[in-house]
């Protein structure tokens, strides 16, 4: 490609609209633009990277046995009627109604579609397993939808889905998955994990979410430093606490702490640490309200409260709404005699002679003991893991880390195969339920995630197998005939090897084309300047650590074109791996 035919339009300033880095760098560097909110035009260079990681989605899932097909973007509202999904899925469904007012949707997932084509060609265990996959653009209308191809409303995902004769199949089939995630964000050189991930109220599944690591990202993990225990913090659990400690139970003791509604300062008028102290949180869980409890040093973990209730959706009270439930302004609420229903974390079970808020404005209670003085209607684990906690599995200690989430599959059962009569017949002929599994991959959001792990203050550091050109020829003297035949050499030698590459030829200041091929990030830089009048040299630089070296001018396409390959052999996977 030669950039002076190129639509590659970089831009020398950040765009203002734009707050995380890899929204920056994908406008300044020439790959996105916006259309609308969360919709965005992928420029060649974009579309380039994007076709670079389908090609490695596709590779993988197609060596895992699963077969690619498209289905339609428009779905009609009866199949989601008949999951129960077109009232439960929320707002980011896109409905709307055709010319002959059939109500419609644009496509978010495609659970009903496949299920309702395999229960209309599948009928027998003979032709399972079955493992469907597609590369499809998606439409969410996210409430918040930012930072740019991360959350957009308009994205394109791999979305998979498999169809299993027996639990067992369906287990081996999402180890297949598994596995083959593992492949691709390898293949992709991206630093991840797998982590476990919550299910919802989806009872006996499981699910993994895959994780780019970068600190910019939107969820916490919690990652065990010595076994492989790693979950999202949605999920994730510690070790359980010891039995309560034995000893007297003292009496309840009012106190007055005027003003003191935060538990900081609770515990510094009282000369208590905040783990002597008791949280009393009020939240709507489906507008009705729970009183959660945990330990002062703690926090709620929103999804864990939300699965116990079995709650569509749970939210924190208002002050305002607190108090109008309570009569009690917040940071005063305690559980002794509190007239919500109430549910306790694991930790506040075992506490003993503690603090928690009496009421009443200006006072907290000394010396509250659960079970003596109230009784929480559940006690389960509600609450955030810190990094002072233990790992569930090893005991050993926790590490938080952030990531973005790029990758989830999630073993589905009889779900939508129940509720959509999906049914084949086994080998004595009885009919049952597909059991199924479904595997999805934001490969548009893979690109901005990849960004987010790897840039400088110049630009993308574009991983080697997902970069949209490999390597960049700068022609530094456009209107100087060898310095030009050198470079179109390059360029045309390289070409003929098979790799993509760009040819700066524009007529432009040296500075500029050693900036925009930083700002894209293509990983090998070749320059070809005076060093080839005056040495016969060409320049080669290394877009990730900078290592530069010359080379000659008669050696400079193989030696490059050895340098490209090392560098691709590194994220190959074997056969057999
Ligand atoms: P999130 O929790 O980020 O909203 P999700 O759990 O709703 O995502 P899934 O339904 O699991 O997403 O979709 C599969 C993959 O699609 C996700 O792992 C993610 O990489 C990607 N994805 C989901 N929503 C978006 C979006 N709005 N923009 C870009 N990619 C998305
Ligand atoms: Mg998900």
Known sequence: MRFSHLLLPTLKETPTEAEVVSHQLLLRAGFIRKLTTGIYIYLPLGLATLRKIEQVVREEMNRAGAQELLLPMVQPADLWEESGRWHKYGPELLRFTDRHDRPSCLGPTHEEVITDLVRREVHSYRSLPLNLYQIQTKFRDEIRPRFGLMRGREFVMKDGYSFDATEEAADRTYQKMNDAYHRIFRRCGLRFRAVEADTGSIGGSFSHEFMVLA???????????????????????SQAPSAAPAGELRPLEKVETPGKRKVAAVAEFLGISPRE????????????????LVRGDHEVQPVKLKNLLGAVEVELATDQQVFD?????????????????????REVAVLRNVVAGANEKNYHLRNVNPGRDFEAGQVADLRMVTVADRCPVCGSELELTRGIE??????????YSQALKATFLDAEGKERPFIMGCYGIGVSRTIAAAIEQNHDKDGIIFPLPIAPFQAVVLNLSPNDGQITSAAESIYEGLRQQGFEVLLDDRDERPGSKFKDADLIGVPFRVTVGRKLAEQGMVEVRQRADGHTADLPFAEAVERLAEMIRAGLARYSIKNDE
């Open 215 to 237: 600190d910019t990202g939107e969820d916490t993990l919690v990652i065990c430093t010595s076994c492989r225990y790693a979950a999202n913090m949605e999920k994730a659990t």
């Open 277 to 292: 102290l008791v949280k009393t949180m009020v939240y709507l869980a489906d507008s009705k309200p729970v009183a959660v």
């Open 325 to 345: 439930l309570t009569g009690v302004p917040t940071g005063y609420l305690g559980p002794v005699g509190l007239k919500l229903p109430l549910v306790m974390d």
């Open 406 to 415: 790029v990758g989830h599959i999630f073993k589905l059962g009889i779900k």
